[in-house]
């Protein structure tokens, strides 16, 4: 055991009015600079006050995250917004009264007041307002940005229920908030206005199209050549990202006969609805047609497949349109190596 390892408490709460004595003893610890999980409708996210230089750094070492990726800051609503940024665009305004509360993440210019920990000593601050009412309920009750990372450790699979927190994070957080599994399943969109054209540094739940209906049309695809200010756009762009334990391929029937024949154990996450065909040492895992409800159960199919203990993860290659596009981002990460 680490000697530095604190007791990690798990208070269930109701998501959908979750109980203000969880809610206000969970704000406290916010309050005191500890770090307390908490849902969000995309993933469960680690939170710290934002305002607090050293609560913030207390994350990256919870998770073992360098130093140089930023994190995204909580807030209720676009007016708390705007203590946080130097600029506030009308394109912001526009996605905010459009999407928030919900799991797009904005990249604006800093202001002063928001410490350099959480911006990676960057120019620019990320944020966004949750809509899990859990999370609402903590950020008013706290009175401060949570600066709030996925609650997991740095390049494992993001948590979507209170157990994946604390596979990684027990004994180095002081509270998980157990509102159940999350509803999106996977981490929001981050869109930079930092930039002109903006430019979309994440795929997520809200897509480029609803996006672009709104502020018309983003740069076409992220910079791949290193310009000065876009050195690493957002960190978490880096390969090999979001990924399970066991290793992953996308592939198909072919390939996993393949697999199967070198005498390897294999999940599949596939598209039909029972096993293509019937194998010793194959695990068939169908996945919906519907890309919502298929992110909803993405990273806790992953998160099963690991605890399966297969020797590889098999997925079918999801289409090729915008709808698909967070779910082709997160799978593309999970196989790189
Ligand atoms: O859904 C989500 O966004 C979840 C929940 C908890 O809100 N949070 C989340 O945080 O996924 P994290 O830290 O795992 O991913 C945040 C992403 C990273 O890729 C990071 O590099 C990027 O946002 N990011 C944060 N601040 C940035 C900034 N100032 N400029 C560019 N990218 C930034
Ligand atoms: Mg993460």
Redesign the pocket.
């Known amino acids: 055991m680490r000697t530095d390892e604190v007791e990690t408490r798990r208070l269930t709460v109701d998501p959908k009015s979750p109980d203000p004595t969880a809610i206000s003893e969970a704000a406290e610890l916010i309050r005191a600079g500890k770090l307390v999980a908490f849902p969000?409708e995309?993933?469960?996210?680690l939170g710290a006050n934002a305002l607090d230089t050293d609560a913030v750094r207390s994350i990256f070492t919870a998770k073992g995250r360098p130093s140089t990726?930023?994190?995204?800051v909580?807030v209720p609503d676009a007016g708390s917004a705007l203590n946080l940024v130097s600029a506030w665009p009308e394109t912001a305004e526009r996605l905010a009264a459009a999407f928030w509360p919900g799991?797009l993440?904005l990249?604006l210019p800093r202001a002063a007041i928001v410490p350099d920990v959480v911006?990676g000593d960057?120019p620019?601050?990320?944020i966004?307002a949750?809509a899990h009412p859990v999370a609402q309920a903590l950020l008013v009750a706290s009175r401060v940005p949570i600066a709030?990372?996925?609650a997991n450790r740095s390049s494992n699979l993001?948590p979507t229920t209170a157990d994946h927190v604390l596979r990684t994070l027990r004994g180095r957080i002081d509270l998980v908030l157990d509102g159940g599994p999350t509803a999106s399943g996977i981490?929001?969109t981050?869109l930079?206005l930092a930039v002109e054209p903006p430019i979309l540094?994440?795929p997520g739940p809200i897509t480029r199209a609803q996006i672009e209906s709104l502020i018309g049309q983003l740069a076409a695809s992220l910079p791949s050549a290193a310009g000065e200010n876009v050195a690493l756009?957002?960190?978490?762009?880096l390969a090999r990202h979001y990924a399970p334990r066991t290793p992953l391929e996308i592939g198909g029937a072919d390939r996993v006969r393949e697999l199967l024949d070198a005498g390897l154990r294999i999940a599949w996450l596939g598209f039909d609805t029972g096993s293509p065909f019937a194998a010793d040492r194959l695990i068939y895992i169908p996945m919906s047609t519907d890309p919502t409800n298929y992110a909803a159960l993405l990273y806790a199919t992953l998160h099963a497949c690991d605890d399966a203990n297969v020797d590889r993860i098999v997925v079918t290659p999801p289409p090729d349109d915008d709808a698909w596009a967070a779910i082709r981002d997160r799978l593309t990460r999970a196989a790189a190596t």
């Open positions: 969000t995309t993933v469960y996210g990726n930023p994190v995204i909580h799991p993440t990249v911006t960057g620019t601050v990320a966004r949750p709030a990372p996925s993001s981490e929001s981050v930079s540094l994440r756009p957002s960190p978490g762009m």
